[in-house]
């Protein structure tokens, strides 16, 4: 009996991870490519999420027939579920994914087949569009167009007026990091505050910002490890003399920056563009008294430029609906008053070039201290180093967050804490 | 009708016969436990060995590759899995032995009659065992932030400044002890107080007749008498740290520089963040084994002498 009772469980252990294969395949109503019918669902996260669902209803002016369900986690969590989902061969998932570009090499890394190549579909003729280094992150390995790019973030230092100000420094006068820190110590000692947030232990934003003004990552063209370059050297430098000179707010997590920003902890935050629309939206009493200098340059080498951040949209290979998926993206990604709609409202910069001309950008913000601010990010697009980067990202940007706090935090040398990430680095891209 | 009472038993008793086939007294239980014991097997058994070949496999999206023992070498000669391991025992080693004493004086506390309000306080302690951790954490993480937190502005009253609870390598690791400890106390009081309420009070009369003070009641009659306690306690915390998650995830995920990153944070880590769920796999057999080898010896050092 024990034995008979004991095969049916194995029996049933057996079929039952064999049905779940085969979901049961209802018929959607679905159109062709030129009259895309149903529905489809859409996973964002935040204010892009908010961005997707307010477009709806101007795609669905030209596609009436489509309804779109904008569904809004945590990116934490998104990505997630984005990847048990793949790795259950597209049980769950969505028609159209949000993902941030620095992801995008990863998950073609792990799932090849996982998303179209959108320009099979025809997406191509956007290209030139596209501002070309937000294009070239959305390209996998082989060429192909995996995503449709959507926002970027060229950076900036958003800084205090009246800090500086008071502590009579020149912002246009900070070319050089150098010159960055001998500002940050006067504007010190005049309010007393610190000169900018890093996440110490968790977020190497800064370091990533000044690598890309070099030209690198934390990969070269031909994918070998730059952590031992002297750009990197140069980079972790300058963070430590930073710290050292105890210019740096140890901020925990999103929630510590913008506490530091709002209750004016520190008088300077460099990051990207879209950063104006949380401290417009979180600190409204500071009117006027924000403004932005481009990153200063290292005095041996590269541009004031970088870019933080950026998103784009995917569409799995497993959707049902393919037409009005394609149909969705092609359109959100390309179409004017959409982005529009996520710039103005939330800060969402876009990578679709010819909405730089609108008078949205071009016009000077009250809020900046009267600048033309989103017009001189508009202006620093094309001028950002290319950068490569792959599908060992996120464990390289967990490295370097790792030896950022063995500097600052551990005292361990620059060099030798270089030495060592570019080891472990090394040893993990092995495999 | 009539033709039922014309009927002589034979039919009856060849339906008993058919259905005895199937549901005997002797079968019986087993039918009972069946759904239990099939749910354990898809959810328990069928993950727990699907995991084990895992462990041997390379996945790269959906394809899988054996790789044989790959992931364990690696695994040996991984720092991070060495530092993680370290971490995890520091935590042990210190976080368990406070918490059962604690837990232990408490429930002495709570179990003399001269307490008032003992029930009231019982709940209290009790508490934070059935609070929603996540929840808690990111209380402990506003209350302990460095320069916002509650915590810091009260010592800051006493001349104590910026103590960085969760950005140094030192501090997070108090910080995860200091929550771990509030949210597992209360726990093992309520299992030390029903060990201390089976002691037979004759004990203690005869003892105090011998002219024994209290001290030396409770370390000559409590303490050996909770002694199948002890080792329960002992041994649930253990695995409980082993397996210890939830805290440094959201409290400092497991930074600064991997000072509180766990075993088990790190499994997550590299089946979810870096999609290789082989090599995670491997870890947490790993974890298993240790985890079986050091209750096995706790159960050995404790409970020997009692056989």
């Not at chain 2, 259905?19 to 328990?44: C, E, G, N, Q, S």
């Not at chain 2, 971490?87 to 003399?112: C, D, E, K, R, Y």
């Not at chain 2, 951790?133 to 104590?160: C, K, P, Q, R, T």
């Amino acid at each position: 009996m024990k034995k008979y009772l004991y095969g049916v469980l194995i029996l049933v252990l057996l079929i039952l991870p064999a049905c779940s294969n085969k979901s049961s395949g209802d018929e959607i109503k679905t159109g062709d490519a030129k009259n895309p019918a149903g529905t489809i669902t859409v996973w964002g996260w935040d204010v892009a999420a908010a961005t997707l669902k307010e477009s709806v209803e101007i795609f669905q002016k030209k596609y009436p027939d489509v309804e779109v369900k904008v569904e809004d986690f945590g990116s934490g969590d998104l990505y997630e579920k984005l990847t048990v989902g793949l790795a259950a061969r597209g049980s769950g998932l969505p028609d159209v994914v949000l993902m941030e570009d620095e992801r995008i090499p990863g998950y073609t890394h792990q799932f090849p087949q996982g998303f179209l190549p959108l320009n099979k579909l025809g997406y191509d003729k956007y290209k030139d569009s596209f501002n070309p280094a937000k294009v070239a992150a959305v390209q996998d390995k082989d060429g192909n167009m995996i995503a449709a790019p959507w926002d970027i973030g060229p950076a900036g230092v958003f800084y205090r007026v009246d800090y500086f100000e008071k502590a009579n420094v020149d912002p246009d006068a900070i070319q050089t990091w150098d010159d960055y820190i001998e500002a940050g110590k006067k504007i010190k000692e005049a309010t007393g505050a610190q000169l900018l947030p890093i996440d110490i232990s968790n977020y190497d934003g800064v370091f990533q910002m000044m690598m890309q003004q070099q030209g690198l990552s934390y990969f070269d063209e031909d994918n070998k490890i730059t952590l031992q370059s002297p750009e990197a050297t140069r980079a972790m430098s300058v963070i430590k003399e930073l710290y050292d000179a105890d210019l740096v707010f140890n901020n925990s997590g999103w929630d510590g920056i913008v506490t530091a920003t709002v209750n004016g902890t520190v008088a300077t935050i460099p990051y990207g563009v879209w950063y104006t629309g949380t401290i417009m939206d979180q600190a409204p009493d500071l009117k006027g008294n924000w403004d932005m200098f481009y990153l200063p340059k290292f005095k041996e080498s590269g541009t004031r430029y970088a870019n933080v951040g950026g998103s784009s949209l995917l569409i799995p290979s497993t959707t049902k609906n393919q037409s009005a998926a394609y149909a969705f993206v092609e359109f959100f990604t390309t179409d004017q008053e959409s982005q529009m709609l996520g710039f103005e409202k939330y800060g969402l910069f876009p990578s679709l070039k010819d909405t730089y001309v609108l008078p949205e950008f071009t016009a000077n913000s009250e809020y900046f201290n009267g600048s033309p601010i989103f017009k001189r990010f508009a202006e620093i697009v094309e001028e950002v180093p290319k950068i490569h980067l792959n599908e060992n990202y996120a464990k390289a940007s967990e490295i370097t967050s790792n030896t950022q706090s063995s500097v600052l935090l551990e005292d361990k040398p620059v060099e030798d804490a270089l030495k060592d990430a570019q080891k472990q680095l090394e040893n993990e891209m092995k495999r | 009708m009539g033709k039922v009472e014309i009927k002589t038993n034979a039919p009856i008793n060849y339906q008993l016969k058919t259905r005895k086939k199937w549901l005997t007294p002797k079968r019986a239980p087993y039918v009972f436990i069946a759904p239990a014991i099939i749910l354990m097997l898809i959810f328990t058994v069928y993950p727990v060995l699907s995991s084990f070949i895992l462990s041997f496999q390379e996945v790269r999206g959906i394809e899988k590759t054996f790789v044989g023992f790959s992931n364990y070498t690696r695994l040996f000669q991984d720092p991070v899995f060495y530092k993680s391991l370290l971490n995890t025992f520091q935590l042990l080693i210190i976080q368990v032995p406070i918490m059962v004493s604690l837990a232990l004086l408490i429930a002495v506390g709570l179990h003399s009659s001269m307490v008032k309000g003992r029930t009231l306080f019982r709940i209290a302690f009790f508490m934070p065992a059935i609070t929603a951790l996540i929840a808690a954490s990111i209380v402990f993480m506003i209350l302990l932030d460095e320069h916002f937190g509650l915590v810091n502005y009260f010592l800051s009253l006493f001349g104590i400044e910026g103590i960085k609870w969760l950005t140094s390598p030192f501090w997070a690791k108090a910080s995860v002890i200091l929550v771990m400890t509030w949210r597992w106390t209360g726990y093992n009081m309520v299992i030390f107080l029903a060990g201390l309420q089976n002691i037979p009070s004759d004990l203690y009369e005869a003892a105090s007749i011998d002219g024994a003070g209290k001290v030396k009641q409770f370390f000559w009659i409590t303490i050996p008498q909770l002694k199948p306690v002890f080792i329960f306690t002992v041994v649930m915390s253990t695995i409980g740290t082993l397996q210890l998650f939830d805290e440094p995830f959201i409290l400092t995920a497991g930074g600064p520089n991997n000072a509180t990153t766990t075993i088990t944070l790190y499994l997550y880590e590299t089946g979810f963040k870096y999609f290789e769920f082989g090599y995670a796999s491997a870890i947490a057999y790993v974890l298993v084994l240790i985890t079986a080898i050091i209750s096995w010896i706790q159960m050995k050092l404790v409970g020997d002498d009692d056989k």
